[in-house]
């Protein structure tokens, strides 16, 4: 998409300091700082990487906006979760066209774009209609009007319930998403994916408890990501003095089904085979609470020199 800058056109402007504006090209508008303003006229039929000057002569450089920026400088209601994470939220769910996805705390709508931007259908549950109307107001600013068609808000409270089913993914950015978690066993199909964003571990322990609690969950683990730039000048190369550590914890379990008896637990019983010499020992026996397989005391190997 290579085509000129028209008004209705959001543009990200760059200062000689690799500030950023976020601006929306409207005729007679013009943007506004400390170093003079820009009107917005010079921009409107010029082309991505113009050069523009200030009415004090400080120079900007008109781009169209990535995901990436227009989520970092959007306007919010609620904290969003920013990039570093949207896009291992998106990896870890296996978002992609056509998937089914139950969101739940859609707040200013970050995560809501990211995952239309892949492809996927969502059904949200906000609790607070002006955080709804906001992430409805930014999904059309940036994807446009036809992402709504895949995009249904509803202001609901997930914690009572999940009405629609047959879902492929739910993703929660909730303070107790461990409470939907029995909800998410009605609404998700076999082999679906939960994802669950927390600011603190011990809410994501309570998710990993409710996974054990129900024994119909495989695969759950929890990470986080750290994000570290790097300066590089010339040959002076070094990571940069501050970096975007911690924001969240992501949680993440394959829904199995509902089931009747609850299976054996990967702690109940264990049978490998081992290959030592190229002559195969078969070892079978139960697993302790360390970790560790006990035999019986009368298993002997026979060595070779």
């Known amino acids: 998409m290579n085509r000129s800058f028209q008004y209705g056109d959001r543009v990200l402007l760059l200062d000689s300091k690799q500030r950023r504006y976020l601006i929306t ?49 959007m306007p919010r209601g609620a904290q969003v ?29 970050a995560l809501s774009m990211t995952m239309l931007r892949y492809g996927a259908e969502i059904t949200g549950y906000e609790l607070r209609e002006d955080f709804a109307n906001r992430a409805t107001t930014n999904v059309r600013s940036f994807l446009g009007e036809d992402a709504l068609s895949r995009y249904h808000v509803q202001i609901r409270d997930a914690y009572d ?19 939907v978690v ?10 679906g994916i939960l994802v669950a964003y927390t600011p603190s571990i011990t809410q994501a322990a309570q998710v ?60 109940d019983s264990v049978s490998e085979t081992i290959v030592v010499d190229d002559a195969d020992i078969e070892l079978s026996g139960d697993l302790d609470g360390n970790g560790e397989t006990s035999h019986d005391s009368e298993t002997s190997h026979d060595t070779t020199d």
């Not at 979760?81 to 739940?104: Q, W």
């Not at 319930?161 to 409470?179: A, K, Q, T, Y």
């Not at 029995?182 to 082999?191: N, Y």
């Open 208 to 267: 990993r408890e409710a996974f054990a609690r129900s024994r119909a969950w495989n695969g759950a683990r929890t990470l986080e990501v750290l994000h570290r730039g790097w300066h590089i000048e010339g040959q002076a190369v070094r990571p940069d003095h501050r970096m975007v550590a911690h924001t969240g914890f992501l949680t993440t379990a394959r829904f199995l089904g509902a089931r009747e008896t609850a299976p054996e637990t990967a702690f």
């Open 81 to 109: 979760i920013y990039p570093k994470d949207l896009a291992p939220i998106c990896m870890l769910a296996d978002i992609g066209p056509g998937v089914r996805v139950f969101e739940s705390g859609v707040g200013s709508g």
């Open 182 to 191: 029995p909800h998410a066993e009605k609404a998700l199909r076999r082999g």
């Open 161 to 179: 319930g999940i009405d629609e089913s047959d879902f492929d993914r739910v993703v929660l950015d909730l303070p107790e998403p461990w409470n």
């Open 25 to 73: 090209l409207k005729e007679g508008g013009e943007f506004h700082s400390h170093n003079g303003f820009v009107a917005h006229s010079l921009i409107v039929d010029q082309l991505e990487g113009l050069y523009v000057k200030s009415t004090k002569a400080s120079p900007y450089t008109a781009l169209r906006p990535t995901l990436e920026d227009f989520v970092v400088e």
